[in-house]
């Protein structure tokens, strides 16, 4: 049975003053200490409901703080910064709504036309009785589907030979991805794209499978995939090898469950994503067993330019190495993020840089409006986003002293402070992005896909996923159909001249067939 405790009264109280002080200093050293912890907890409990229910994007309620930022003078810098721009006002430029209503299907589409007539003896005018004649026809659309289908492929090598027996010739099959298996081209580039492209696990194919006829277990559509992740190797490598040689990469990660038999549960591995610049469109994906620093290490072996990442501290190595002439690129949306999920301790500086850093970010939307090339946008930030720096960097001198260390804005200010170096470089060249987010959006995929299928079975299937994501992702990112694309090189690569393989590059490949469509 809990004993409860005595309730203090008047009578326990100590009759010294000075023990009296010393108490109720004692006290309010406590309360101070449990008032931190509060503010604590409710600081990371708003960053887990925002993560689970919250919008995702970190924008600064400008109209509701409207006389605030006037007051500390951050609104006239803003209406300064667009005076020359498209960005007016509140720094939203009108952009052209994609309207409203259904919109035409595409021409490419296989028309099926039904034809709806008149009855034979609706055919007359009701006044005259003279027969009607056709004047035109009035046809809608509506959209219909038809199930994919399975068929088999039969390759027949025909034989021949002498009369007299001394010779028989056989036409030689051609080569295929996997030798003597049941799978082909087509059948591999679609397990491919719906598992990772449509994030459809094998176990979801195996029943669609089933439906049609067909059973193919996952245990055999998984060693596909192994086998295709092989057959793409080299030109795997091709591919990054370009994406290596680009002057700005961006690059990021995020954690992966694997399966592994000698634990009772699955360990964390990682995805990297590594993101060519516009003269080498690539993205290309690496699997590592860990978070360890080796892994970008190794990658990025032969990289030298410019790398924009987040403030992980395994790329400090590569900063540092005056061998690998790697020069670091740091990402104003991670800086935001932090002082958006301060807001909760401290409004008011929160909200003075979020501000502060949406002005640069308007100044970035100015020039993608404009169209402009990189010398132009140099010419713009140096013009509009380095005075807002300076300033952003002065009020976080004045203010860093000002919060404490370990408090949430003392924590987004040391990291501005420490990371500021990299996070004005972009300032230095106009081919440089002011955020990381490239480097994110390629890893949304990752993420959609390990909420359906929940982890990879090995590392070699971590592996696998890396090269075939690799693929589909670059294909994606050039408007290409993964499909048509995979399905075309798994036909072509195993008879492929290992020293043309540049050809088979997604937009190489789609090059070449631009031409012929024509």
């Not at 008149?118 to 038809?146: D, K, M, N, Q, W």
């Not at 634990?263 to 003269?279: F, S």
């Not at 420490?418 to 106009?430: F, T």
């Amino acid at each position: 049975m809990v004993k409860r405790k005595k309730k203090v009264g008047v009578a326990d109280l100590p009759r010294d003053v000075g023990e009296c002080h010393a108490m109720i200093l004692e006290l309010f050293d406590k309360l101070e200490v449990n008032a931190h912890k509060l503010r604590h907890i409710e600081h990371v409990l708003e960053k887990m409901l925002r993560w689970r229910y919250g919008q995702r994007r970190e924008r600064v309620a400008e109209d509701e703080n409207q006389m605030f930022l006037f007051s500390v003078g951050i609104v006239n810098k803003r209406e300064e910064v667009a005076v020359d721009g498209k960005v007016k006002g509140n720094g939203k430029g009108k952009r052209k709504g994609k309207g409203h209503g259904r919109g035409r299907l595409p021409k490419g589409l296989e028309r099926r036309r039904r034809v709806h007539d008149v009855e034979v003896h609706e055919r007359f005018c009701p006044e005259c009785r003279g027969e009607l004649r056709l004047i035109g026809e009035e046809v809608s659309e509506r959209l219909e589907y038809v199930p994919a289908s399975l068929h088999v492929l039969e390759d027949v090598c025909r034989k021949y030979a002498c009369k007299s027996g001394c010779t028989v010739v056989t036409a030689e099959k051609p080569k295929q991805v996997i030798d003597k298996g049941l799978a082909g081209p087509g059948l591999l580039a679609h397990v491919a794209v719906s598992k990772y492209g449509d994030h459809l696990p094998l176990h979801r194919q195996e029943w669609i499978f089933a439906r049609q006829g067909v059973e193919l277990s996952r245990k055999t559509m998984c060693d596909w995939m192994g086998r295709s992740a092989e057959v793409l190797g080299s030109l795997f490598e091709e591919m990054k090898g370009r994406v290596l040689s680009s002057k700005v990469m961006q690059t990021d990660d995020t954690p992966v469950a694997v399966l592994d038999r000698s634990l009772t549960r699955t360990r964390t591995g990682r995805i990297w994503t590594y993101v060519g610049d516009g003269d080498h469109p690539y993205t290309v994906y690496d699997y590592t067993p860990s978070w360890s620093r080796d892994g970008p290490d190794e990658f990025m072996k032969d990289f030298s330019g410019y790398l924009q990442a987040d403030a992980y501290p395994g790329y400090d190595k590569l900063y540092t190495d005056a061998g690998r002439e790697i020069t670091e690129v740091a990402c104003w949306a991670h800086t935001r993020r932090r002082f958006y999920e301060a807001q909760s301790s401290d409004l008011m500086r929160s909200t003075v840089m979020l501000t502060y850093i949406r002005i640069l970010y308007d100044v970035e939307r100015e020039a993608r409006d404009m169209k402009l090339d990189a010398n132009e946008r140099l010419a713009l930030r140096r013009e509009k986003s380095v005075p807002v720096l300076a300033d952003i960097k002065a009020y976080l001198d004045r203010e860093h002293g000002a919060v404490l260390p370990k408090s949430p804005e003392g924590k987004a200010i040391s990291y501005a402070l420490s990371n500021w170096e990299a996070l004005v470089r972009y300032c230095e060249d106009g081919d440089l992005e002011i955020d990381n987010n490239g480097a994110e959006r390629s890893l949304r995929g990752i993420a959609v896909g390990r909420s359906n299928w929940l982890f990879f079975g090995s590392d070699n299937g971590g592996q696998t996923a890396a090269i075939l994501t690799s693929f589909i992702t670059t294909c994606k990112r050039h408007r290409i159909d993964p499909y048509a694309y995979l399905r075309d090189i798994f036909e072509r690569i195993p008879a492929h001249p290992e020293d043309r393989l540049e050809e088979l590059l997604p937009d190489r490949w789609q090059a070449a067939r631009e031409p012929a469509a024509q």
